[in-house]
């Protein structure tokens, strides 16, 4: 089936790592013109290259998606560098622990700055953009802990919740001017942002929470983003896609 994303000029935030990396290379196999936006910009030209040495077309850039300056720049530089702008993935992000009483005002604050500030500012400054163009897509990353939380995760599921009501409003402030907005809710996916948690731990508690067995992997929530940022999906908006393994269908003891 053809996605229609050939020649389409997309960004992927935190598009240096894990979900965002394999998202960068799904869209430009799928012939796209990718702008990977990372904060660590060693990051993001190391997923450039990979693009360009498979005969894609593809744009490093060193974003902080907290900051709206930045934001505003990574999108003036896309559009001035490919014409314009259709697909904005606004994936990047952190997962600080801590219960309200643990973590202080300031790590509150960075996480709710870069794990839901950075969509309402993506979409912010794309949606004039997209306007220009007819129409385009946002995509967001939230996660199973925005629909329901779980302990020592105050800040994080609090944000992350936002981003799903966040694109659900999107999705009807824009439908109008023909721009999509959905939101992906990973569960466990087996990148850097998970690497450091004890493999047996890991795997006893995926054991006992997924209905499916095994990790899931970021390019299988990439594939999920190409699917929603296709033709194929040209009447889905405002809807937020689990991909884990089945862990939010029910309880399982
Ligand atoms: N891995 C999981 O199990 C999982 C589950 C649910 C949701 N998510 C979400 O998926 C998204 C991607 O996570 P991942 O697992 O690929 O993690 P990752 O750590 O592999 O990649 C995240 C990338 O975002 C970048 N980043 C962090 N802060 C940034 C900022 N302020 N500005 C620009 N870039 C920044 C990092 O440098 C990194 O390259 C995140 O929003 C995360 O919350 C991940």
Known sequence: MKTGIAGKVCIVTGGGSGI????????AAEGAK????????????AVAAEIRAAGGEALALQ????????????IGVTVAT?????????????????????????????CLAIDLKS?????????????????GVI?????????????????????????????????????PDNIRCNVICPGYVDTPLTAHIDAAARDAFLA?????????????VAALAVYLASDAARMITGQAFVIDGGQQAGMLW
Request: aromatic content about 6%; proline content about 2%.
């Open 20 to 27: 965002g990396r394999a998202s960068a290379l799904a869209f």
């Open 34 to 45: 990718v702008v990977v936006a990372n904060r660590t910009g060693s990051k993001a030209e």
């Open 82 to 110: 490919y014409g314009g702008l259709d697909i904005l993935f606004s994936n990047a992000g952190i997962s600080p622990n801590g219960s309200v009483t643990a973590i202080s005002e300031e790590e509150w604050d960075t």
């Open 119 to 135: 969509v309402f500012l993506g979409a912010k400054y794309a949606i004039p953009a997209m306007q220009k163009r007819g129409g």
């Open 63 to 74: 974003v902080d998606v907290s900051v709206g300056t930045e934001v505003q720049e990574m």
């Open 208 to 220: 006992r929470s997924q209905a499916l067995h095994g990790l899931i992997r970021a390019e299988e």
């Open 139 to 175: 995509l967001n990353t939230a996660g199973t802990l925005g629909i329901r939380p779980t302990r020592d995760k105050a800040a994080y599921g609090a944000a992350k919740a936002g981003v799903i009501n966040l694109s659900k409003a999107i999705a009807l402030d824009y439908g």
